[in-house]
């Protein structure tokens, strides 16, 4: 099962080339974060999140198939750019399912990304 990393556009900076970030964005390529060195098409060092080393999967390439298995074999993280509004209105229908008295507004942005990143880690 695939670990992911959620990073919303307020937190974003992870020291990466600007182009890498946006085809992750895109979703173009795939963007991998893990502890220790990890395998792709292309490798770089950035901010810390799971650990700085990155690299980067082009789905449509030679080894890609390779590469996402060995790196997900190494407890790397794919990293997953989301915009507020889908963390809000993901939380909204989540609240909704759970048939609770609470909405959005009743928890901080911070508190509704945490339940996002936790629902979404092994998809």
């Known amino acids: 099962m695939q670990k992911v990393t959620v990073i919303d556009e307020y937190n974003g900076d992870l020291e990466l080339p600007g182009g890498v970030i946006a085809d992750a964005r895109s979703g173009r390529i795939e963007l991998w974060n ?24 082009y789905p449509d390439r030679d080894y890609a198939n390779e590469y996402r298995e060995r790196t997900q074999q190494l407890d790397a993280y794919r990293i997953v750019f989301v915009q507020r509004h889908e963390v809000i209105d993901w939380a909204r229908d989540y609240l909704a399912e759970l048939e609770v008295e609470e909405t959005v507004e009743d928890f901080g942005y911070s508190d509704l990304v945490n339940w996002y990143y936790m629902h979404h880690e092994t998809d």
């Open 34 to 57: 893990a502890a220790r060195p990890i395998l792709g098409h292309e490798t770089y060092h950035g901010a810390f999140r799971r650990g700085v080393f990155y690299s980067v999967i």
